[in-house]
Structure formats: structure tokens, C-alpha cells
């Protein structure tokens, strides 16, 4: 049986720009796939291709054995897309969109009637449905959006990004509706920059950078590789440079110390990877005393895929994103999106 989503070597330009340079990972049916990885990874330009809303450059892609690329009218029949900007016209209700969108995937009225109840009722949207959208908040527009995506009833369900913005309610009511609509069979695939989603919901996760896939597993194989019984700790904001590579070198002296790593991204930080030890905090603190040399603050963690991320690029997601965002070209990403 064909896997729900097939990607292998997909690669995209989109002028000088290397968008995605290899990605490739499958989504077997029925279960939440994260795509993981900092604003400017390549995470909305591989969906973007699978949803037949860009041409690769090279790669095969498939939706249900189907390929995007030679039959794409096909495959979008079995995709639902929910972007990350949401498109609503302010001056239509709830249920005036949903029945437009039912119309222009051709639904009967009767089955569109069906569907669209059962939508409003499943996203909690009965109370707003025959409201303009002007008046919704950003989480009853996401919901809404989601509703719209899924009167066709794809067999795959593909989110850029759907609870950016969202307060932690809202965040949480679109997290419950996934798992449901998963429970029910529907494959979702959803890409985030946001750890704690991606951990919460995902049953395999592939975590980009750079338009490579770097790491695929379920997110506690992905920690057990990083080392499962590790530590993380966090020294921040060393300076100057020469300051963080003294205590770095010192640190690593350490016989509990596995990795010290720099981030001159984040103040000149240094992260942390240790073996278990019960004191190996106050060892650290202690040392750096002994030594003379000041600290911002440190922060003790469990392995999280931030530390998976990390152990794979040198930096944590954070950083990867603060150092995207000094190097990012507004022009040029807005130029991107509108093709």
C-alpha cells in the first residue's frame, strides 16, 4: 500500500535563492507528521510543492501513490491546504464561506449542508456561525479555516503553521480537533517552528534546515539519539567572544561534559550537554567561581527536541531563528510567496 505522502530529493529554487536543497521523508496513513524547523528552513516551500502551488525543480512527490507533479489535479483532490495567512472575507458569516467552499469543490447542497454542520459542531463554531468573520477572533478564523479545508473530506490534511498567533486556548482547541480528525483516519501533516506543538501532536517528526531534512523518527527516538539520560544546561551571555571560548575550554574539562558549544546568536551563550551526575550543576557553578568567570544566568533541561536540533546544526532553534531573521530579505520573501 502506497504511503499517504511520498517526498524523495525534492529540490526548488526560486532565483539565486536554494529554497530546498534535499528533502525527502514519508507520511504513512493516519498519523500526524511534523515538519520541524526555524522560519526560512524550507518548510513552506516543500508543501507548497507537494500541494501543486509550486513546480519543483527536481523530486518526486506523491499523495496517495498519486504524483503531484504528473497528475496534480489528482492529487489535490485528495489534499486539503490551510495556509499560514488566513483568507477570509470579513463581510461573509461562518456558514456563507463554508458554502461557498462547499460550491467550488462541487458538493451537493444536501451533503454540503451535512458536512458544513458537522464542521461548525466538531470546531466549536456554532455559536458564531452565522456572524461576519470581521468579528472573529484570530483563533475562530484559524478554526474556520481549518472547517474549510476540510468540507472535501481529503484523505490528506496539510497545515503550514496553523496556530501561529493563537493564545493558548486556541492553540489547544486546534490541537484536540487534530487528534480527532487522526483518530478518525485523516492524515495530517503540519509544519511549526514551535517545539512544544510539534512534540505535543506529532507521532514522527522530520526536522529541516536549510532545505535538508536533518533527523526523522518519532520524537523520543530523536531524543534517545541525542542521548536520552542527558542534561542540558544554558549559560548565557558571555562577552566578549574571548570570555565564552575561556569558559568554554574550561567546561569542557569537565569529565561530565560531553558538549560546549557557542552561540554568538544569543549573546554569546554556550550550550551545555552532560551525562547524568545529581550535582552536576553546583560542579559547574563552583568551577566557573573557582575560575573567575561571571554567568547571566544557567538553565538545567531534559532532552527536548531543541537539544535534538541542536546536537545535528551546532545551535538551538532560537538561534537558528534570530540568525535567519538578521539575514532575511523581506523584498525577496514576499516576491517568493506570491509566486
Known amino acids: 500500500m502506497a504511503p499517504a ?12 535563492v536554494e529554497a530546498v536543497k534535499d ?11 511534523g515538519l520541524l524547523g526555524p522560519n526560512g528552513a524550507g518548510k513552506t516551500t ?16 506523491e499523495v496517495c501513490g498519486i504524483s ?15 495556509a499560514q495567512e488566513v483568507a477570509i472575507d470579513k463581510v461573509l458569516t461562518g456558514r456563507e464561506l463554508l458554502q461557498l467552499q462547499a460550491a467550488l469543490y462541487h458538493i451537493p447542497n444536501k451533503l454540503a449542508k451535512e458536512r458544513i454542520d458537522r464542521a461548525i459542531s466538531l470546531l466549536g463554531l456554532d455559536e458564531w456561525a452565522d456572524k461576519q468573520t470581521g468579528k472573529y477572533s484570530g483563533g475562530l478564523r484559524r478554526r474556520l479555516d481549518l472547517a474549510a479545508g476540510l468540507l472535501h473530506q481529503p484523505a490528506v490534511l496539510v497545515l503550514d503553521e496553523p496556530t501561529v498567533g493563537l493564545d493558548i486556548e486556541s492553540r489547544i482547541a486546534v490541537w484536540d480537533f487534530l487528534r480527532r480528525l487522526r483518530d478518525n483516519g485523516t492524515t495530517v501533516l503540519i509544519t511549526s517552528h514551535y517545539l512544544e506543538e510539534i512534540d505535543a ?19 523520543s527516538e530523536l531524543k534517545d539519539r541525542v542521548g536520552g539520560d542527558r542534561i542540558t544546561l544554558r549559560i548565557r551571555e558571555f ?15 569537565l569529565p561530565f561534559v560531553r558538549e560546549a558549544i ?13 551525562t547524568p551526575q545529581s550535582d552536576a550543576l553546583l560542579t559547574i557553578q563552583h568551577a566557573l567561581r573557582e575560575a573567575g568567570l561571571p554567568t547571566f544566568g544557567i538553565a538545567q533541561s531534559r532532552p527536548s527536541l531543541d537539544d535534538v536540533y541542536l546536537a545535528a546544526t551546532g545551535q538551538t532553534l532560537l538561534d537558528a531563528e534570530l540568525a535567519a531573521a538578521g539575514t532575511r530579505d523581506p ?3 514576499r516576491k517568493q510567496n506570491m509566486r
Open 5 to 16: 505522502v511520498l517526498i524523495e530529493k525534492l529540490q526548488k529554487r526560486y532565483g539565486s
Open 23 to 33: 528533502v525527502s521523508f514519508q507520511i504513512e496513513a493516519g498519523e500526524i507528521f
Open 46 to 61: 516543500t508543501i507548497r510543492c507537494l500541494c501543486t502551488l509550486a513546480t519543483p525543480d527536481a523530486g518526486r512527490l
Open 68 to 82: 503531484a507533479v504528473e497528475n496534480p489535479k489528482l492529487a489535490r483532490q485528495r489534499l486539503g491546504y490551510v
Open 201 to 219: 501532536l506529532a507521532d514522527r517528526v522530520a526536522i529541516i534546515d536549510r532545505g535538508v531534512v536533518i533527523a526523522t523518527g518519532t520524537p
Open 239 to 253: 562577552s566578549p567572544l574571548e570570555e565564552a571560548e575561556k569558559t568554554r575550554d574550561m567546561l569542557r574539562s
Open 262 to 274: 557557542i552561540n554568538s546568536a544569543q549573546g554569546n551563550s554556550l550550550n551545555l550537554v552532560v
Open 331 to 333: 523584498k525577496a520573501e
